[in-house]
T-cell receptor, first 114, second 111 residues
Framework: DQQVKQNSPSLSVQEGRISILNCDYT??????FLWYKKYPAEGPTFLIS?????DKNEDGRFTVFLNKSAKHLSLHIVPSQPGDSAVYFC?????????????FGRGTQLTVWP | ETGVTQSPTHLIKTRGQQVTLRCSSQ?????VSWYQQALGQGPQFIFQ???????GRGNFPPRFSGLQFPNYSSELNVNALELDDSALYLC??????????FGQGTRLTVV
């Protein structure tokens, strides 16, 4: 049962434009959400997170938006750069009961072209 | 650089064999989790250890077992390997209830 879903397996964006990666979840107990970036032959690298008490968190070029009523979050990258090309995983956690166990989506391959 | 290192990076085993994967995490990271990432999938939670005790388990059979040691290292053991066990195995560590830091993974191939 996939509790975190990334329905777009790939996204292609021109350098300088905005990249928007989407993620949906089904478990209303999730209270912490994270985005990880993964390059080939490397482990996932933490990018940005958001608590369920917020609806937006910003860190430089990266902003995560959370819509709890829709059980939807998105990652915005502005401006996109070729070095951002990687697989992006959305993850969620119910910190109250699972002490940090992460539920991951299947990932979205982002390609940023010059 | 996450401070989490895994060994070996690649491994080939025969069906039915046993394998031990190792992880060394940062000092002070008393929580370690193991994930399995099959091709085209997101990482799936195997289990978590907190202060050397198993503290949660995903939907994996008992032939997947682990250990955590006082020096912040840990092991994942898989007995009676099956072809479907071929995957990238990821170790993640964290201080307490914060984002997890992942190692580079061990690519296991079962033939």
């Amino acid at each position: 049962d996939q509790q975190v879903k990334q329905n777009s397996p790939s996204l292609s964006v021109q350098e300088g434009r905005i990249s928007i990666l989407n993620c949906d979840y089904t478990n209303s107990m999730f209270d912490y959400f994270l985005w990880y970036k993964k390059y080939p032959a490397e482990g996932p690298t933490f990018l940005i997170s958001i608590s369920s008490i917020k609806d937006k968190n910003e860190d430089g070029r990266f902003t995560v938006f959370l819509n709890k009523s829709a059980k939807h979050l998105s990652l915005h990258i502005v401006p996109s750069q070729p070095g951002d090309s990687a697989v992006y995983f959305c993850a969620a956690s119910d910190r109250g009961s699972t002490l940090g166990r992460l539920y991951f989506g299947r990932g979205t391959q982002l390609t940023v072209w010059p | 650089e996450t401070g989490v290192t895994q060994s070996p990076t690649h491994l080939i085993k025969t069906r039915g064999q046993q394998v031990t994967l190792r992880c060394s995490s940062q000092s002070g990271h008393n929580t370690v989790s193991w994930y399995q990432q099959a091709l085209g999938q997101g990482p799936q939670f195997i289990f978590q250890y907190y202060r050397e005790e198993e503290n949660g388990r995903g939907n994996f059979p008992p032939r997947f077992s682990g250990l955590q040691f006082p020096n912040y290292s840990s092991e994942l053991n898989v007995n009676a390997l099956e072809l479907d066990d071929s995957a990238l195995y990821l170790c993640a560590s964290s201080p307490q209830n914060t984002e997890a830091f992942f190692g580079q993974g061990t690519r296991l191939t079962v033939v």
